[in-house]
């Protein structure tokens, strides 16, 4: 994900922040631009305070400060473009659902961050009432021994909202032997079962797919069902992401885009920061990077996972400095970079065919920013950022030639328990809705 700034004084500010810490400004997400902005009132809406200066409402999700995203003040919609995707919200009276929802929404809200910034198509269940994508969150009823299933059919993501109580989510992932599990990570895979519909099956894409992936065709529940009663083979690691993975074509489909877009976004963050890699101890090249182009529009796999390896190496390094289990505990083998290569390409081809006006929602950031959280700067508003793209038009798609695999750093060895802290969400400032369906 980009930095971004406060235009009403230049503070770094993050993407869930609802205020400036330094100025005080009101702040918003505009997802048509890509970028938050600090506004400011006029009359019953506001106004942004980036270069076009755009009447804006926000989302109706902050009231229940569940959303910080803005809408065009002229718009009939009452939610915006991520919460129109919502189709069923839990009954926020009771305050645990309140709770857990917000977390539910602070990672919904990332992966449409991505969603939008790879130009994939986005249709609500109003646009396309067979195949849009929708989510139900769902809290179980204590009452009822009915359990909800975290999964998709057919566009409609359901989420078990018990999975936002980090003591229940830990407990999942020690029992499933998982090394990574987080909201993040389900919307990223679940998502990924809905993409497969549009970019694969849809697409007529089947067949290269399945050449990739294996015969989809096989009986899912069946698959399942042996997956959970054998496990993954013992070499799984040579050719699957995870060891869920192995369970179904549609699975390691799933996991392998989740991954693509846990790699985007990650590195959009570094070149945000400006990372460079060169470790000292090696010139061995396949540990050095200077990442500085964005992610979203890389020309090729091979370039993303030039980058990648030596920034998980050096982010794993950091984590176990800390005492953290490694930030990420996977090993990319060459069948999965060649299945990361598909998904790269299917992406890309639907990105190119999307409208050439969307090609500059996202606007690459320079390399070096000032430090996320510094002093609060010497008064006088901050120059505006500049009004144009400063990034060239996506390329057109690129099959890349069959990859072999770079060096791997080292290989992840019993990640520890311990997950990163998440950001913790705002204290609410206004009293909780009733249920909605929107
Ligand atoms: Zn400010
Ligand atoms: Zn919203
Ligand atoms: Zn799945």
Redesign the pocket.
């Known amino acids: 994900m980009k930095l971004f700034?406060?235009?009403?004084?230049?503070?770094d500010?993050y993407f869930e922040n609802r205020f400036?810490?330094?100025?005080?400004?009101a702040?918003g997400f505009l997802p048509n631009a890509g970028v938050m902005t600090?506004v400011e009132p006029e009359g019953d809406a506001w106004r942004a305070l980036t270069p076009k200066r755009p009447k804006l409402r926000y989302c109706a999700n902050i009231t229940p400060d569940a959303c910080n995203w803005l809408i065009p003040a002229e718009h009939d919609e009452k939610f915006c473009l991520a919460c129109r995707h919502n189709r069923t919200i839990p009954d926020l009276s009771v305050e645990i659902n309140l709770l857990h929802w917000r977390k539910m929404e602070f990672a919904k809200h990332r992966l449409f961050y991505t969603l939008i910034a790879l130009r994939l198509p986005l249709k609500d269940l109003n646009e396309d009432p067979d195949h849009g994508l929708a989510f139900d969150f769902l809290a179980e009823d204590p009452g009822k021994k009915s359990i909800i299933l975290t999964g998709h059919d057919t566009g409609l993501i359901t989420i078990n909202l018990k999975e936002a109580d980090d003591a229940v989510r830990e407990k999942l992932r020690t029992e499933m032997h998982e090394p990574y599990r987080t909201l993040l990570g389900h919307f990223r895979h679940e998502v990924g079962h809905h993409f497969w519909d549009i970019l694969v099956r849809d697409a007529g894409r089947l067949d290269e797919c399945r050449a990739i992936f294996g015969d989809d065709s096989e009986d899912y529940g069946e698959a399942l069902k042996r997956h959970y009663a054998e496990g993954a083979p013992a070499n799984w690691q040579d050719s699957f992401i995870s060891a869920y993975a192995t369970a179904h074509p549609w699975e390691d489909f799933a996991e392998t885009w989740a991954h693509y877009l846990h790699i985007v976004d990650t590195l959009e963050t570094a070149s945000a920061f400006g990372l460079r890699i060169h470790p000292a101890t090696t010139k061995n090249k396949a540990l050095h990077a200077d990442i500085v182009f964005d992610p979203h529009n890389a020309p090729s796999m091979q370039r993303i996972i030039e980058a990648w390896l030596p920034l998980t190496f050096a982010m794993n390094s950091l984590n176990r400095s800390m005492g953290h289990a490694d930030l990420y505990p996977f090993i990319l083998s060459g069948p999965v970079i060649k299945k990361l290569t598909f998904i790269h390409e299917i992406i890309r081809a639907s990105a190119v065919a999307d409208k050439p006006k969307k090609r500059a929602l996202f606007r690459r950031i320079a390399a070096s920013q000032p430090p996320s959280q510094p002093p609060a700067p010497p008064g006088g508003p901050a120059p505006p950022p500049p009004a144009g793209p400063d990034i060239p038009a996506p390329m057109d798609p690129v099959v890349d030639p069959p990859i072999d695999p770079p060096d791997q750093p080292p290989p992840v060895e019993s990640p520890p328990d311990d997950m990163p802290p998440e950001i913790s969400p705002p204290a609410p400032e206004e009293i909780p809705q009733p249920m909605h369906v929107s």
């Open positions: 700034k406060c235009q009403a004084c230049g503070q500010v400036c810490g330094s100025c005080g400004h702040l600090a």
